[in-house]
Antibody, heavy 122, light 113 residues
Framework: EVQLLESGGGLRQPGGSLRLSCAAS????????MSWVRQAPGRGLEWVSS????????YYADSVKGRFTISRDNSRNTLYLQMSTLRAEDTAEYYC???????????????WGQGTLVTVSS | DIVMTQSPDSLAVSLGERATINCKSS????????????LSWYQQKPGQPPKLLIY???TRDSGVPDRFSGSGSGTDFTLTINSLQAEDVAVYYC?????????FGQGTKVEIK
């Protein structure tokens, strides 16, 4: 059974930093691209970032480019999102999502984690 | 960026009746080399993460009831829920994966009338 378990969310002040993690199990993690998708309270889904299976290529939404960094550790089956220079508008539930393919993005997301809440407020 | 526009924003349907959700993209999602439409549909129930329903515009994901169907090509797509059940109350999103950035529609909320 595929499982994606996010952690690391919390409350930060504007300008602060946070690192999210997503522990994956139930599939060969190193064979699939992975992504982060966020959802502000009461709002729709917004793609944030993707990384290919090997980690060789990364992609970012314009809204986070230069502030967020996606990475993965295939030996630990874990996806990360390093978030810096946080803004109030980054407040959202952050979902880890498995892509249906490996070395090319974008794709559709066949599994999602339960999410971790990031709140940016003073 | 490809803009995805869903209609309506919300709809109320009686139990056992049909719900139809439309999704329009600002450019074609049909890839000429493989004749596939790069369009997926997700269901999000309150307090839960999204769940994949449909990919390649019309392929149901494993375990998805056959009352859910996807259709369309190019720029116009439809998600149909035949014989609406109480457990289908949710927000439904379309998503294009033709190019980066992935973009989602704004969502359509389905309720029971």
């Amino acid at each position: 059974e595929v499982q994606l378990l996010e952690s690391g969310g919390g409350l930060r002040q504007p300008g602060g930093s946070l690192r999210l993690s997503c522990a994956a199990s139930g599939f060969t993690f190193s064979n699939y691209a992975m992504s982060w998708v966020r959802q502000a309270p009461g709002r729709g889904l917004e793609w944030v970032s993707s990384i290919t299976d090997s980690g060789a290529a990364t992609y970012y939404a314009d809204s986070v480019k230069g502030r967020f960094t996606i990475s993965r550790d295939n030996s630990r089956n874990t996806l990360y999102l390093q978030m810096s220079t946080l803004r109030a508008e980054d407040t959202a539930e952050y979902y880890c999502a498995k892509d249906h393919r490996g070395n090319y993005v974008p794709g559709y997301f066949d599994y999602w984690g339960q999410g971790t809440l990031v709140t940016v407020s003073s | 960026d490809i803009v995805m526009t869903q209609s309506p924003d919300s709809l109320a349907v009686s139990l056992g009746e049909r719900a139809t959700i439309n999704c329009k993209s600002s450019q074609s999602l049909l890839y000429s080399s493989n004749k596939k439409n790069y369009l997926s549909w997700y269901q999000q129930k309150p307090g839960q993460p999204p769940k994949l329903l449909i990919y390649w515009a019309s392929t149901r994901d494993s375990g998805v009831p056959d009352r859910f169907s996807g259709s369309g090509s190019g720029t116009d797509f439809t998600l149909t829920i035949n014989s609406l059940q109480a457990e289908d109350v949710a927000v439904y999103y379309c998503q294009q994966y033709y190019n980066t950035p992935n973009t989602f529609g704004q969502g359509t909320k389905v309720e029971i009338k």
